[in-house]
């Protein structure tokens, strides 16, 4: 085995600067009790799920932070990491053990920052804006009216978002919504029953499945997987009150509470042409909740139908074009490279979506890989994060706007920033700029929900196709008081499209360019 003398102690100071970071982090654990003890308590409570138990440990944290100050201190952090450095060789190693302590602390303040910024940023939603309905078995999270956030936010005044997540072999009670509604199948697998008119149809559903549901269809779900949980995000548009729905629950019981039982029990009596008494063992006997499991044969029994692909019935008369279902990854990327893939569909490929008009997008970027910048012509995005973390940066004229009226001049821009993880929910209003940027342990995945889809462009800002770009050479010596040539030395340089090199890898790709030439 030949070693290269060159790489083998840039390798090791890697390896020591990670274990660096590692001791500190125990360090700073050994010397907090009480934050172990509380992490402890969340890891060790029954019937909560993994995800639970990392929300919990959150708050231990945040708790922490809040009457002690920071869990471990960035400063000291940096100091003790500069100081490992100084032990290196002088040169360029030395020199990249620094960019890689400055990298670390910059990271932490960015999520720090973010957290602090959020109380004050309409355009990014937690946990916090959530109301929980949990079960053993599942859960539903209802978001906040957007335009109770905001008043930025009233174009979304009518829609609303829920996310549904069903434990394995969990059967989700039928239900009616006074609302349109389009999923997302995030992960897991299952099967959803529509019943219309006494007409029952049943598709087979999986991870990157869009599922169109009208008003007023009573369905029911079934996660057959053994092992996944099926989580599906939707999007709703309600037809009565706007901004405002409400589930109808028939076939249950005390909980859910059946509506049945708000009519009067000789009225039903004589709608069923049944006995009060049988009546009301029906409807009293149901006492699991929403989420309930089911046993093999059950899951086995209610698993049937075919996938929404190939069952072109909705609702329940023949035609293509009427699928309920359509599977979003099925379809060629719209963007595709290295640094990420983008999937979208929109009423052409969907025509379910029409009437709703709204499209749906899926972007996988790559760890440490960035989206953007770009902005939408006319579609405002509601983006929920699937997986992984990073932040986004955003650019907005509104949040300065009182300082804008008093000067009479050109708007003042302002950027919007928040740190991204799996749960995260964020809004992104037609024309604003805006950027996302991977973080560096895994990829980051979001499903994005689109209004006013008809007609939106997607604008780049960089890269390929950027709008720039496509400005005449004097149009642009006269918008940047610069000869055209300096100008396209900035915006023809990038040749990728959409997905570039985020901050950091973007410097070690220069860092290794610029080594690579050393050695030359």
Known sequence: MVINNAKFPFAFFLCCTFCLWVALSLVAAQEDPELQQCKHQCRVQQQVSERQSGECEHKCEDYYREHHGPVVDPEKQLQQCRKQCELLQPGSQREQCHQECQEKYDQQQLEEGGEEEEENNPYVFRDQHFAFLRT???????????????????????????????????????????????????????????????????????????????????????????????????????????????????AAGENPQSFYRAFSPKLLSSAFKVEEGTLERVFQQQTKGHFIKASGEQ??????????????IWPFTSGESKRPVFNLLNKEPAVCNNYGRLHEADAEDFRQLKDMDIEISYANITQEGMMGPFFNS????????????????????????????????????????????????????????????????????????????????????????????GLEKEAKELAFALPAREVDKVFRKQKEELFFPGPQLQKQQHHHHHKGHAYA
């Open 378 to 469: 006319r579609s405002t995005m509601v983006a929920a994060v699937l997986e992984g973390e990073g932040y986004l940066e955003m650019v907005c004229p509104h949040l300065s706007g009182e300082k804008q009226q008093q000067q009479g001049a050109s708007p003042i821009y302002q950027k919007v920033s928040s740190s991204l993880r799996r749960g995260t929910l964020f809004v992104v209003p037609a024309g604003h700029p805006i950027a996302i940027v991977a973080g560096t342990s895994r990829n980051l995945e979001i499903v994005c929900f689109g209004i006013n889809a008809e007609n939106n462009r997607r604008e780049p800002l960089a890269g390929k196709g950027n709008v720039v770009n």
């Open 299 to 312: 899951i086995q029994a209610l698993s049937g139908g075919q996938h929404g692909e190939a069952a072109g």
């Open 136 to 250: 053993n078995q599942g859960e539903v999270k209802i978001l906040e009216m957007f335009d109770r956030r905001s008043r930025l936010l009233r174009g979304l005044k009518n829609y609303r978002f829920i996310c549904l997540e069903a434990n394995p072999q969990t059967f989700v009670v039928p239900t009616h919504y006074d609302a349109e509604i389009v999923g997302f199948v995030c992960s897991g697998q299952g099967t959803i029953t529509m019943v219309c008119q006494g007409k029952r149809r049943s598709f087979r559903i999986r991870i990157g499945d869009i599922v169109r549901i009208p008003a007023g269809i009573t369905l029911h779900l079934i996660n057959s997987h053994k092992n996944q949980k099926l989580r599906i995000a939707y999007f709703l548009l309600p037809v009565g009150i706007p901004g405002r729905f409400e589930p109808f629950h028939g």
